[in-house]
């Protein structure tokens, strides 16, 4: 105890505080990656009228780790004429971005790897680079459809961060603060979805759109692009791929969760668990939406953000900023 | 019609050899017989009547290869045969698909097959076979391939050009449905042309016809087209009876029509989960394979098999149904109802779904006839034609049934029109049953071996996707001497290069997928 407390004084509170995070991130990470592939050959399964995994483990709830065994297992082929350092990067690249957002994430009123006072900011500067691993992604396959899926990544993402921050906007008003921290106390009355339902609408919409899930998974349409940006990649470069996507779903879950919902706040119950709860069940809205819509069309979702959801974000922004002047 | 196409063919054409034919034994009304100079004469003046050009084939008789177009008209059934006689040795023929956009995928297709060159054709390369093959497949005696020839096999290769790059959409692509393959020249997003590559599952049905006997090719038919493989055993079926002059126990044709009638629902409950998929949807495919499962096990039930039926014998069928087969449909009528509105709820008035499909992949009506397509296709352009109507066989003319039209031709009107056929034929079920004489399910003295007296026939059926037509020559043996399909989906595809131009890559899919395309079908 002696010597742990010495490494202490050494290094820093701060940093142990850090490291026993990031761990824990990872682990939440490739568990939340776990449940989450469960949780949608489960909810897909049920949805259409079928059982779904259940052979493996019971309800099936060994089954992903059977599948990443698998992923694990593959081989791992690089297809001639691929831009080599581009076409190794791209998987590697796209799951930073995702963790850091993890680390200013309040799990619970005591439970956060650090409290910046500009959290929300973090999140939204690093999640705009996992589409700078698509795009690279796409176009170091050399591969046709793989380079419209990357370029159809780009003009989404752009469109949809506008949108996103704007919705996110008037709560940070309402709050006076960055910090997340601080807007969950601020949600301690009531929530910030009864002040702010269309912003809530709209980061929800928007975030859909940015993890490129249905109706907007437009990057990996597979009707029309095969596979989208990641037709070349396979094994575990694929399944980090698929790994970011789950994640990213969490996370964008989690931000709506700590915006509107109040985040941990809730009676009865800890407060880690109502994040959770709260959490996945934005979670599994968004998968019920996968395995009810069809995809949109390409210039349909971008007319869809700069004709409908930035005018309607803009108004709100403004509408929320004068009542609370006055 | 008939007499007054046959006076005006005899008064504006001159050196025209032109009869009436009895249908009821033919299959068509009027026989003409063209020479090389005057063909192109004779098919402009169906053109001008507006008739469509339902088939375009080839025999060979050893003495002379002879050419076949078989034209109809959509307003008014007329169908008319015109023949052209070209030498064997060096065979040559004006090409008519300046006046028929589809008469350059048959005459292709004839001349890969036949060895018959078309003067004037643009483009006449291979359209099924693309290499190893060393001689004409359909010509009787052996034909090697000309040295010409020979450089137009595998002569496909998209030359590259600034500004646009080519796509491979297929052989291997999820929304194919099965192996087409389509060279898609894109301009960024926007399709600049689009070129099918048929051939990948060609399989030469119409060769092995001429191999084996009428009742050995009976399996045959329903491996063209596997989600509607009754309604294809019933036009071999009948043209067949036709030949012969069977006539089928009225029992038989009921049922026929039963059958057939839940064949075709099955199949679009399969397109329905196929252009859902297309557009991104996934759960529809399963709801409507649900659906689909409940039609199998009744037809299993009656058949034997779940998917390529063998039902219909020459006079009549294979097994006579039973009680259970009538509680099982009759119980799955009830369902279907309550589902297709379901499939209402849940589809049709899917803003995301209405936005993808209305208003794409326009099909004007003024140019169904340049391609002959048929079925939910023309129907959607407004025309009411159905050879169930115009040209009844099994038991459709004792059931009354309206025909669904859209009106503009596009993605949607596909799609209602479709769903409004399942309700009809549910309808046309039901009423079968309710009518469903007793009696003899077979015909009585239909020789084991069937030898048909000489001659030609020509049978259509309304199949799923449209007017499936057996053109048969018989040389009174056991065998056709040469047995052509006029299959729906080649010409329905024929339209996806015009409809695909200058649009979204992703409203081409859609267009494809709103085809419901069967590729065995079209390669055979």
């Known amino acids: 105890m002696n010597e742990l407390n010495n490494i202490m004084s050494i290094i820093g509170k701060e940093t142990v505080r850090a490291i026993i995070g990031l761990i824990g991130v990872l682990v939440l990470v490739v568990i939340n990656a776990l449940i989450l592939t469960w949780a949608e050959r489960k909810v897909a399964g049920h949805m259409q009228r079928r059982i779904a995994a259940k052979e493996v483990g019971p309800f099936g709830l060994i089954q992903p780790i059977a599948d990443s065994l698998k992923l694990l297992g593959k081989e791992l082929i690089t297809p001639a004429n691929v831009e080599r350092s581009l076409f190794y990067l791209a998987p590697t690249l796209i799951f930073i971005p995702v963790l850091v957002s993890f680390v200013v994430i309040p799990f619970d009123s005591y439970l956060q790897v650090k409290d910046m006072n500009v959290g929300i900011l973090v999140i939204l500067a690093f999640s705009s680079l996992s589409v700078l691993s698509i795009l690279i992604a796409g176009w170091g396959s050399n591969n046709k459809y793989s380079l419209i899926g990357a370029i159809r990544s780009v003009a989404q993402n752009i469109a949809y961060e506008i949108p996103l921050l704007l919705s996110l906007l008037p709560v940070i008003i309402i709050a006076h603060s960055l910090s997340l921290k601080d807007i969950v106390e601020a949600q301690n009355g009531l929530w910030f979805v009864v002040y702010q339902p269309f912003a809530f609408l709209i980061f929800f919409i928007a975030s859909v759109a940015e993890t490129n899930r249905t109706p907007f998974d437009l990057p990996e349409a597979e009707s029309e692009l095969v596979a989208g940006f990641h037709t070349e990649y396979t094994g575990m470069r694929f399944a980090l791929f698929f790994l970011a996507e789950y994640t990213n779903i969490f996370i964008v879950s989690a931000i709506a969760a700590t915006f509107f919902l109040g985040g941990y706040q809730g009676p009865i119950l800890p407060g880690i668990v109502w994040f959770f709860i709260k959490t996945y069940f934005l979670v599994f809205v968004i998968l019920w939406m996968r395995w009810t819509f069809p995809r949109v069309r390409f210039d349909q979702l971008l007319n869809f953000s700069w004709k409908v959801l930035i005018p309607t974000s803009l108004v709100n922004l403004i509408i929320t900023a004068g009542i609370l002047k006055l | 019609m008939v007499k007054k196409t046959l006076e005006d063919i005899k008064n504006t054409l001159q050196d025209v050899d032109a009869s009436e034919i009895s249908y009821a034994e033919r299959g068509y009304h009027l026989a003409i017989e063209a020479q090389k100079g005057s063909l192109v004469s004779v098919v402009e003046f169906f053109a001008d009547k507006g008739f469509y050009l339902a088939d375009l084939c080839c025999v060979d008789y050893v003495e002379y290869l002879e050419l076949v177009y078989l034209f109809n008209n959509f307003k008014e059934l007329c169908r008319a045969k015109v023949t052209l006689k070209v030498e064997p040795d060096k065979p040559v023929a004006p090409t008519i698909s300046h006046i028929y956009t589809m008469a350059h995928w048959y005459e292709r297709e004839i001349h890969e097959f036949f060895g018959v060159y078309f003067e004037g054709h643009q483009k006449l390369t291979y359209l099924f076979l693309h290499n190893g093959i060393d001689c004409y497949p359909l010509r009787k005696n052996r034909v090697p391939v000309t040295d010409d020839d020979k450089k137009l096999l595998d002569s496909f290769k998209p030359e590259e050009e600034e500004d646009a790059f080519f796509i491979n959409l297929g052989p291997q692509h999820p929304s194919t449905h099965g192996v087409l393959r389509v060279v898609l020249k894109m301009d960024g997003e926007y399709i600049l042309s689009a070129e099918p590559v048929l051939g990948y599952l060609h399989r030469m049905h119409e060769k092995m016809a001429e191999n ?190 309206e025909i669904p039209t859209g009106k503009t031709g596009d993605n949607m009107d596909r799609y209602m029109v479709r769903m409004k056929e399942m309700e009809i034929s549910l309808n046309i079920v039901e009423k079968a049953i309710e009518k469903l004489p007793s009696g003899p399910f077979n015909a009585e003295k239909v020789p084991k071996k069937l030898k048909p007296p000489k001659g030609d026939v020509y049978h259509a059926v309304e199949s799923t996707r449209g007017e499936t037509g057996v053109y048969i020559v018989s040389d009174e043996s056991d065998k056709p001497y040469r047995m052509r399909w006029r299959v729906p989906s080649f010409s329905n595809l024929m339209t996806f290069p015009a409809l695909a131009q200058r649009t979204l890559l992703a409203d081409a899919i859609a267009t494809m997928g709103s085809f419901d395309l069967v590729i065995p079908e079209i390669d055979r």
């Open chain 2, 212 to 401: 084996r006997s009428y009742q050995q090719f009976l399996p045959n038919p329903a491996r063209m087209d596997y989600p509607g493989a009754l309604l294809f055993n019933l036009a071999h079926v009948a043209a067949v009876e036709k030949l012969c002059g069977i006539e089928v126990p009225e029992r038989a044709q009921y049922i026929r029509t039963i059958t057939c009638e839940l064949n075709r629902i099955s199949s679009h409950l399969l397109w329905i989960g196929a252009f859902l998929g297309d557009l991104g949807g996934l759960t529809p495919f399963l709801y409507a394979f649900d659906d689909r499962e409940n039609i199998l096990d009744i037809l299993e039930s009656a058949t034997g098999s779940r998917l390529t039926y063998c039902y219909f014998r020459f006079g009549g069928l294979y097994n006579d149904i039973d009680d259970n087969f009538i509680d099982m449909t009759k119980k799955f009528i009830k369902r279907m109802h309550e589902r297709l509105g379901m499939y209402e709820k849940l589809i049709t008035k899917n803003v995301i779904f209405i936005n993808r499909v209305r208003g794409i992949g326009i099909l004007e009506q003024s140019e169904v006839p340049k391609y002959g397509c048929s079925g939910p296709i023309i129907r959607s352009t407004g025309m009411p034609f159905d050879i169930r109507k115009v040209e009844p066989y099994a038991a459709y003319d004792k059931i009354d049934f």
